[in-house]
């Protein structure tokens, strides 16, 4: 079995590559871990390799909050320095720090 690493950490600020919304990540599958249906839903020009490690987002965009599961390929860094004001972030995270991400500290179940 081949070890995949993960190039994004629990409590990192990411943003999709192509998609206008960010958020923070809370799991990190290893390999795509979403059904069939799922992942054929996306577009087959679109759609992700499954062999990469598959991120769960507290997600946001300019009108909602929800929970996105994206590819590692589609995610960048967020250097805006700016927090994640989804509601579930505070049940999730402690504070937000100067490097762009959330303290895994004592909130996590």
């Known amino acids: 079995m081949i070890k995949v690493k ?14 206008p ?10 390999t795509f871990s979403n059904t069939e249906e799922w992942w054929l839903s996306i577009p087959e020009e679109n759609r992700p390799r499954k062999d990469q490690p ?24 967020d250097d805006s ?8 972030v505070a049940e999730m995270f402690g504070d937000f720090s100067d490097e762009g991400r959330y303290d895994l500290g004592g909130h996590l179940h």
């Open 6 to 19: 993960a190039k994004f950490a629990l409590g990192e600020v990411v943003r999709h590559r192509v998609h």
């Open 21 to 30: 919304f960010r958020g923070v990540i809370f799991d990190v599958d290893p």
């Open 54 to 77: 598959f991120y769960h987002l507290l997600a946001e965009n300019e009108t909602s909050y929800y929970v996105a599961y994206v590819s590692e390929q589609n995610l960048v860094h």
């Open 81 to 88: 320095g700016e927090p994640v004001d989804h509601p579930d």
